[in-house]
């Protein structure tokens, strides 16, 4: 029997090399060998990966089957890292399947959890991510609510940040927020 670490190792160089379909099949492998040995925070990992290489491959609906309960599994792992990531992951293929109320519903909860954390990196990626589907649901305030959150949750805001943070509240200060 194949050793899952190998897989998974293998699986990640394949991703990386841009190889989707190759690391698909890499992660789905080393998940089953994981799950056959009972190491559920591994497979649910793997199923993690999986979402992400699928999404690559346009493969929404299998992506969201892969991730649907992976927050439960990190969860109860006490994984609080890998549930937001797993959250989010769940998210972009929720909107990729155009379910915007559950894919927001998601990236909220993701970003709870990345801002108990300190997690700058991932609080920023998912505000961005929820701000888009906030513009895309035809929510231009509440969007730019969200990316002027992202810009204060920076702790060494660039030159950049600070102009498109002074732009984002130049709206706001016309409607006498």
Same mark, same amino acid.
């Given at each position: !029997? *194949?050793? *899952? =670490?190998?897989?998974? =190792?293998? &699986?990640?160089?394949?991703?990386?090399?841009? +190889?989707?379909?190759? &690391?698909?099949?890499?992660?789905?492998? $080393?998940?089953? %060998?994981?799950?056959?040995?009972?190491?559920?925070?591994?497979?649910?990992? !793997?199923?993690?990966? %999986?979402?992400?290489? #699928?999404?690559?491959?346009?493969? @929404?609906?299998?992506? %969201? $089957?892969?991730?649907?309960? @992976? *927050?439960?599994?990190?969860?109860? =792992?006490? /994984?609080?890292?890998?549930?937001?990531?797993?959250?989010?992951?769940? $998210?972009?293929?929720?909107?990729?399947?155009?379910?915007?109320?559950?894919?927001?519903?998601?990236?909220?909860?993701? @970003?709870?959890?990345?801002? /108990?954390?300190?997690?700058? =990196?991932?609080?920023?990626? @998912? !505000?961005?991510?929820?701000?888009?589907?906030? #513009?895309?649901?035809?929510?231009?305030?509440? &969007?730019?609510?969200?990316?002027?959150?992202? %810009?204060?949750?920076?702790?060494?805001?660039?030159?950049? +940040?600070? #102009?498109?943070?002074? #732009?984002?509240?130049?709206?706001?200060?016309?409607?006498?927020?």
């Amino acid at each position: !029997m *194949p050793d *899952p =670490e190998v897989l998974a =190792e293998q &699986a990640l160089a394949d991703y990386n090399a841009g +190889d989707f379909d190759r &690391a698909s099949l890499g992660f789905s492998n $080393a998940h089953d %060998l994981f799950l056959a040995s009972d190491n559920l925070l591994r497979a649910a990992e !793997m199923s993690n990966n %999986l979402c992400v290489c #699928l999404l690559e491959l346009d493969r @929404t609906s299998e992506a %969201l $089957a892969a991730v649907r309960d @992976t *927050p439960i599994t990190f969860h109860n =792992e006490d /994984e609080l890292l890998l549930k937001a990531q797993s959250l989010g992951n769940r $998210a972009m293929a929720r909107a990729a399947l155009g379910q915007a109320a559950e894919a927001e519903s998601d990236y909220r909860a993701a @970003t709870d959890i990345f801002r /108990e954390l300190g997690h700058g =990196e991932g609080l920023q990626y @998912t !505000m961005q991510a929820l701000s888009k589907i906030q #513009l895309q649901q035809g929510r231009p305030m509440e &969007a730019l609510n969200a990316m002027q959150s992202v %810009l204060d949750s920076k702790s060494k805001p660039s030159l950049r +940040d600070r #102009l498109l943070s002074w #732009l984002f509240k130049f709206p706001m200060r016309f409607l006498g927020r």
